[in-house]
């Protein structure tokens, strides 16, 4: 082999310990070598072969093969052939084992050094020996502890599956058979329920056209649902001659039910349907008598609507105990986030376990949800929005945009790093701002990593500010975040003067502030900027383990002898130059001036548009897409969702490309990315059968109705916006938020408490969204962004984005705090 060219890093000793042979110029300029000796060959040859060869020893090889020759007398240590260089994961074990030429007895000084290539960048080579106590080391070895966690966790889940898998075959799907029931205009209608309850709970169901709870204040139009007991006569059992004998065996048993209603039967053509759903408890003693055949129950329905009211009835014998149900569904969420904090399991395979794991729980009480049910709890419309912009940026990225973006990026910046990152991330929340930040979050993370690398940066906490600033742009117009989308449609909200103007308004001065503070949060904990850099950069990193090889390797030899000096003086030589070329990369901030210049023509040669016809194409498919999602918010105009936009813009760039290689279009979708989503749906809705959400919700509004009048706006904005902010983190803010705009619009249409309406909604929709920010999983763009970075091989788990994203979410939830209170308790601009 010419002994000034580096072999292939995957197959040569070089490569495996970070070796790097100098350059041409380097050995010119080397001192002249002293004359080699016979003696001082036997201790090179007793070197490892990466160190044997290096340039710096060209001298002892010259002279060998002058010697002996090329092919004859091989070396110790050659064994290490190319051919075993293809696992990434291969260790190198080279013994230094030093003997004293002008003695029969060994030195006894080994030296074991162990080099391993990591998967990535060669982050994790390790060296380790002993010197001088004349024990061979190793590492990488198997860990028993290891092994023990791996046993623990297979079991662990093992029970978990056996548990909701005998559930699930133990009990069938629920299904409750409907009835069509109507209500006569002064009259009351009847109903004995068909068979009788396993226990002293009844559930009562209506489907129809209700009014919800909040309405209570607005209609004077009620149904009235109590129940009775009717006493059957002795010796005779036939319920159908009951309805000669009410007033005389009948016992209301159980509080009226007031469900409010249409006032009108205009109004009931046009109301939506809803399901109205309440559980009464009839006692022991009562479902005793029921139970022995002495009663039944009978249910009484009367209305003051003038006219006849129809509706949808179902009973159901086997309701669920919601209290059971909220601890259930908090050891559910619990165990979730044991497998993702811990990295016990993928995210994905953890979501998919705690879901299965919820609806065995419903399956246990009772309440196994069915098929089409599960179906429909999956947001078909989020997944299609992800599978579209994702099967868009997989085309996207085959022209080398992401490459061009990232080098104009380091040009406008000067190739400084602050500049870059702050440039990133006031961009990215001025896209959220417009588009919804899931899809502008699968837009600029390619780029965002193509940068990184670019500047030898670490791209995880780079990509960690960026998703921030994409939750905390997105808070500030109705479209940026779901959170948002749910509150801007809700049609009493509407009416009560909160359009896209005004949403606007009052979202923008918190978001500046918010912006602000947390540029200043960003700076303090990344105030080094070797944080934003990898723990060793690679060509660093390379040096230092060469450094710690060669050092070994001189410190192996003593100064017995003038040939052990001599070899031993050649090994610190290398040691010194090594030592002089680190200090020079161990460089701060920015490009240093002159190679700035350089750099940026080097990469703008390397990194052009690749195919520009294709660019054109998929400009012409973004402008569709951005256009509509832009005309979402103005449903008169255009009638197609954020799914359908983004599923018909990837079909158009589809058939503009003419692909017929569509399975590597299809391989780059991040499919446990829309599995992990899917999932958490299921999860949610689950939690929320169990009564988890609806919990959440009335805690909320006992506790603000327990502070005197004087106080209670102002901790009603403090409980929507804190509750809903850490909720939000640990829990999807979808269910989260559309429970928490039905207790706002309560709390606002409550007389008794004479609250405004519109600073519960802004501090809902800050605290929904601000919150996302709290875990990796407390918003759909955090996911997408971890999703994306896993597959380009940079994966943060979720402890790394707690400790950054956290103490974010609690600095922009104190800031609106702050300007909540003076806006809307001092200033009552609302």
Known sequence: MPKNLRPPTSTSAYGRIGLVPESDDSLHSQEVEPQVTEASLEIWRTLPAAIRQDPSLASFRQEHERLHGPDEDPLPNEDVSADDGDDSHSK????????????????????TVVAEQSEKNGQNMTT?????DGHETTMGGHHEHGKLFGYIKIGTLLVVWLIFTGFLMSKHEKELTPRQLSVPEGAYRTYILPEPSLGPRIGINFKGAFLSDQHHNNTS???????????????????????????KYTENITNVWLVPIPSSLDAIDQMDEMTRKHVFDIGPINHQKVTSGKAVVRMRLTTNLEADFPTKFTYDPTPMDTETGVIYAAIVLLGLYVLIIWEIVHRTFAAIIASTLAIGVLAAMNERPSMPKLISWIDVETLLLLFGMMILVAILSET???????????????????????????????MSSFLDNVTTVLLMTPVTIRLCEVMELNPVPVLMSMVIYSNVGGTLTPVGDPPNVIIASNSHIAKNGVNFATFTLHMAIPIFFVMITTYFQLRMKFKNINDLRFSEPQDVQEIRHEIAVWQRAAASLSSYSKDEDLVRETLLKKVNRLSRSLKKKLVTGSVPAESYKAT??????KYPIRSKTLLVKSAITLAFV?????????????????????????????????????????????????????????????LSELGLIDWIGKQTENVILSVSEESRLAVAILIILWVSAFASAFVDNIPLTTM?????????????????????????????????????????????????????????????YFKVGFPVMVGSVIVSTIYLMFAHVVFTWH
């Open 221 to 247: 139009t009620y149904l009235s649902v109590i129940l009775q007991l009717l006493y059957l006569p002795s010796n005779n059992s036939n319920t159908s001659f009951l309805s000669e004998y009410d007033a």
């Open 600 to 605: 940026l023509e080097e990469m703008k040669r």
């Open 400 to 430: 080398g945009i992401f490459d061009y973006l990232a080098v104009y990026a380091y040009q406008v910046t000067n190739g400084k790093v602050w500049p870059l990152i702050n440039c990133l991330c006031v961009f990215t929340a001025v």
């Open 128 to 132: 380790d020996g002993e010197g001088d």
């Open 626 to 686: 951005i256009t509509f999602f832009f005309l979402h918010s103005a449903p008169d105009i255009q009638k197609l969702s954020l799914g359908w936009t983004a599923l018909l813009g990837a079909l158009l760039l589809l058939i503009l490309a003419d692909r017929e290689d569509i399975e590597s279009v299809i391989s780059r979708v991040e499919w446990s990315t829309l599995l992990f989503f899917a999932a958490l749906f299921i999860l949610m809705e689950a």
């Open 740 to 800: 928490m705009v039905k207790i706002a619009i309560g709390l606002a249409e409550n007389e008794a408490l004479d609250l405004p309406l519109q600073p519960l909604v802004w501090a809902l929709a800050l605290g929904a969204c601000l919150g996302g920010n709290g875990t990796l999983i407390g918003a759909s763009a955090n996911v997408v962004c971890a999703g994306v970075a896993e597959q380009h091989g940079y994966r943060f788990t979720f402890i790394e």
């Open 92 to 111: 190198e074990f080279i013994t230094i084992k030093v003997t004293n030429p002008d003695s029969s007895v060994e030195d006894g000084k080994t030296t």
